[in-house]
């Protein structure tokens, strides 16, 4: 493209979705953080309802909470995790390698209020390949992962931006990795490192398949000492012009109004 520079209105969503504003400042918004336009003086908070939090299906008081509703068994005693809309963990979230498959992980949004840590992300895979490319056998069963499957984590910054999402070990499937900055950063904050990568098998590719977007990746810094280079794979069917949609319904059904109930006799 040479010296031409291109900006978020230049790239549209196969659904046809338009971003209005930039990235950093949508997320913001997005985010709860403030209200990104210049007219307003005071950085006034927007109004919930036009924040993630006003999606929030359930909330938690710690980890321990998240997981016990989150892991459970099947009827057969086969693992799986189900999410299953938006929820908010308070704390920390240290989560153990997730090796079932995608069928038996119904995906959503994890907003924590803390550090994150995930020790990978196998969705039913043993063998990654140490090749750049993915084998065709792993690039189908990647073809094959359905929208409402996936992981999307949030980390939450704090006033320091000193919170970070830590991957421990090499392969991380099916995920969204978001860790913003809260404030503008000075060239010295801008240092830290909001995705630590700390790989088990030092030989391997670390290999991560879904998306990123955190305010600094810092990953020459990072990648400086390992032997093998960080990969990003995009899941194409997250560009699906058909996009899955979900409604959650809440198990409290004084929530709701029903018409043309006839009453119980």
């Given at each position: ?16 979705l ?17 209200s ?19 999606r929030i ?54 907003i ?40 999307t ?15 421990k ?5 099916g ?5 913003l900055?809260?404030?503008p ?27 990123v977007?955190v ?26 012009p ?24």
């Open positions: 493209l040479g010296n031409m520079t291109l900006n978020f209105n230049d790239f549209v969503a196969a659904d046809g338009e971003m209005t504003k930039s990235f950093d400042d949508f997320a913001s918004e997005w985010l709860g953080k403030q990104a336009d210049p007219k307003n003086k005071v950085n006034q908070k927007l109004p919930i309802e036009r924040t993630i939090f006003h299906c359930r909330k938690f008081p710690d980890e321990k909470a998240f997981k016990d509703f989150t892991f459970s068994k099947d009827k057969n005693g086969k693992p799986r995790m189900m999410v299953d809309g938006v929820v908010r963990v308070e704390g920390n979230l240290n989560l153990d390698k997730i090796t079932m498959d995608s069928k038996s992980i119904k995906g959503g949004i994890i924590v209020n803390g550090n994150i840590t995930l020790n990978e992300i196998t969705r039913g895979i043993t063998d990654f390949g140490d090749s750049e490319l993915p084998s065709n056998q792993i690039f189908q069963d990647i073809l094959k992962l359905p929208q409402e499957s996936f992981l984590f949030v980390c939450l910054s704090d006033a320091q931006n000193k919170r970070k999402i830590s991957l070990g090499n392969n991380f499937l995920v969204q990795l978001i860790c900055s809260s404030t950063f000075s060239s010295f904050e801008a240092s830290r490192v909001m995705l630590e990568i700390n790989p088990t098998d030092l030989d391997k590719r670390v290999k991560i398949f879904g998306g977007a305010s600094t990746p810092n990953m020459r810094k990072q990648t400086r000492n390992l032997k093998n280079e960080v990969c990003f794979y995009y899941i194409p069917t997250m560009s699906d058909n996009p899955s949609v979900a409604a959650y319904v809440s198990p409290q059904f004084n929530f709701y109004q029903f018409y043309g109930v006839m009453d119980a006799k």
